[in-house]
């Protein structure tokens, strides 16, 4: 029996679960969500928890058996309290605004960027330089974080670019000046 699978998800106060044949639709304060669950799995509803359990011992049905059950979890989490990634942008000149749904970027480039949040996604951003990404959706917020940062990943010379706040650039050693040939 898998470790994580075999754990019941609590549904906190507002948040409502309905679980058809193979799909799990989960709506709260935050938002709703639906999940399609993979055959093999089986999701069941007792008052207030959700127990995932799987019908056979097939090698495919142990293996799905805690990933679904983590992303229910995290359904679950996502529509009660909502989930966030912040981003920090390094560089002279390098910034960023919210404008509507897009996310204006100033990263380097001959143009500004207009990054257009996906629906779901909502973005802040603090002293031009903190962007703060808010969602119910775990896996479209990890998604959008990583598109942004890849419009102008982190070099390892002076660290110039989007990185995650928790993210650590080992750096690199630039040219010596003057140390050798100065014959």
Same mark, same amino acid.
């Given at each position: 029996m898998s470790r994580i699978g075999k754990l019941p998800i609590t549904i906190p106060d507002g948040v409502k679960v309905v679980v058809d044949h193979r799909a799990v639709h989960v709506e709260g304060p935050k /938002?709703? @969500? =639906?999940? !399609?669950? *993979? @055959?093999?799995?089986?999701? #069941?509803? !007792? /008052? =207030? @928890? @959700?127990?995932?359990?799987? !019908?056979? #011992? #097939?090698? !495919?049905?142990r293996a799905l058996h805690g990933l679904t059950r983590k992303l229910l979890a995290n359904m679950v989490e996502g529509v009660s309290r909502g989930f966030s990634r912040v981003l920090e942008i390094n560089g002279?000149?390098?910034r960023a605004e919210v404008k509507g749904t897009e996310l204006h970027l100033t990263l380097g480039f001959s143009h500004p960027v207009a990054f257009p949040l996906p629906p779901g996604i909502t973005a +802040? %951003? #603090?002293r031009q330089v903190?962007? +703060?990404?808010?969602g119910a959706d775990k896996q479209l917020l990890g998604k959008t974080a990583a598109m942004l940062r890849a419009l102008?990943? *982190?070099e390892p010379y002076k660290g110039k670019g989007i990185k995650y706040r928790e993210e650590v650039i080992k750096r690199k050693a630039?040219?010596? %000046? $003057?140390?050798? $040939?100065?014959a």
């Open positions: /938002g709703k @969500l =639906n999940a !399609e669950i *993979p @055959l093999g799995i089986r999701v #069941e509803m !007792e /008052g =207030n @928890l @959700l127990r995932i359990g799987r !019908e056979a #011992e #097939e090698r !495919e049905a002279v000149g390098y +802040t %951003v #603090e903190l962007v +703060t990404l808010h102008r990943p *982190p630039g040219k010596a %000046v $003057g140390a050798a $040939g100065s």
